[in-house]
T-cell receptor, first 113, second 113 residues
Framework: AQSVAQPEDQVNVAEGNPLTVKCTYS??????LFWYVQYPNRGLQFLLK??????LVKGSYGFEAEFNKSQTSFHLKKPSALVSDSALYFC???????????FGAGTRLTVKP | SQTIHQWPATLVQPVGSPLSLECTVE??????LYWYRQAAGRGLQLLFY??????ISSEVPQNLSASRPQDRQFILSSKKLLLSDSGFYLC????????????FGNGTRLTVT
C-alpha cells in the first residue's frame, strides 16, 4: 500500500526567506503526488500535483514542489515566504489505478514577520 | 463549477447516540467520494470511499458506516457513538483516475460528550 511521511511536525521561517516542507513517499509503480494546505477549521485545499514529466511542479500561491525519484521525495518549496502562508500542509500519494489517497501526518508551517 | 456541501458544520452528541453526516456534490457526475477523519488537527485517516452508488470500501472496521444512496450523496453514520469518535470529519470528491486531486468540503467538527 502507498504511504507518505512528513518528517517535520513544525517548520518555522522568517517572512521573505525561502521555505521547504519535506515529504517522502512509498508506492508500487509510478506515484501520483499531491500537496494540500489547510487553514484552521477548514477543509484541505489542493496546491499542486506531480503526475509525470518535469520534476519541478508549479502550483497555487507561488508554491512549487520538486520530485526526486531516487530519493522518493516530493518537497514543497516557496522562494519567499509570507505570513499568510502559515498553515498546516499535507503531502499525499496515490498509486496508479488506486482510488484511495493517503496523507502524511501534516507539517505546521509558521512564518514570522 | 463543482461544489461540495457538508453539514452540519459542528455537532455535539452524547455517547451512545446515533450519527448522520451528509455530504453532497454538485456540478459533476459519477464522482469518487471519500470520508476522512482528522484527529487533533493533524493527519487524515481514510474511513470510506465510494466509486459508485451502493459501492463502499471500508478502510477502518469501527462502529461507523457509510452509504451512497444517490450518485452525488455520501452519508456517514453510526448507531452508537463512542468518545473516540470525536474529530473533524471531511468529505471529498474526485473525478477521473489516480492523477486527479481530491476536493474537500469544509468539514464537520464532532464532539462526543
Amino acid at each position: 500500500a502507498q504511504s507518505v511521511a512528513q518528517p517535520e511536525d513544525q517548520v518555522n521561517v522568517a517572512e521573505g526567506n525561502p521555505l521547504t516542507v519535506k515529504c517522502t513517499y512509498s508506492v508500487s509503480g509510478n506515484p501520483y503526488l499531491f500537496w494540500y494546505v489547510q487553514y484552521p477549521n477548514r477543509g484541505l485545499q489542493f496546491l499542486l500535483k506531480y503526475i509525470t514529466g518535469d520534476n519541478l511542479v508549479k502550483g497555487s500561491y507561488g508554491f512549487e514542489a520538486e520530485f526526486n525519484k531516487s530519493q522518493t521525495s516530493f518537497h514543497l518549496k516557496k522562494p519567499s515566504a509570507l505570513v499568510s502562508d502559515s498553515a498546516l500542509y499535507f503531502c499525499a500519494v496515490r498509486g496508479y489505478n488506486n482510488n484511495d489517497m493517503r496523507f502524511g501526518a501534516g507539517t505546521r508551517l509558521t512564518v514570522k514577520p | 463549477s463543482q461544489t461540495i456541501h457538508q453539514w452540519p458544520a459542528t455537532l455535539v452528541q452524547p455517547v451512545g447516540s446515533p450519527l448522520s453526516l451528509e455530504c453532497t456534490v454538485e456540478g459533476t457526475s459519477n464522482p469518487n467520494l471519500y470520508w476522512y477523519r482528522q484527529a487533533a488537527g493533524r493527519g487524515l485517516q481514510l474511513l470510506f470511499y465510494s466509486v459508485g452508488i451502493g459501492q463502499i470500501s471500508s478502510e477502518v472496521p469501527q462502529n461507523l458506516s457509510a452509504s451512497r444512496p444517490q450518485d452525488r450523496q455520501f452519508i456517514l453514520s453510526s448507531k452508537k457513538l463512542l468518545l473516540s469518535d470525536s474529530g473533524f470529519y471531511l468529505c471529498a470528491w474526485s473525478v477521473g483516475g489516480g492523477n486527479s486531486p481530491l476536493h474537500f468540503g469544509n468539514g464537520t467538527r464532532l464532539t462526543v460528550t
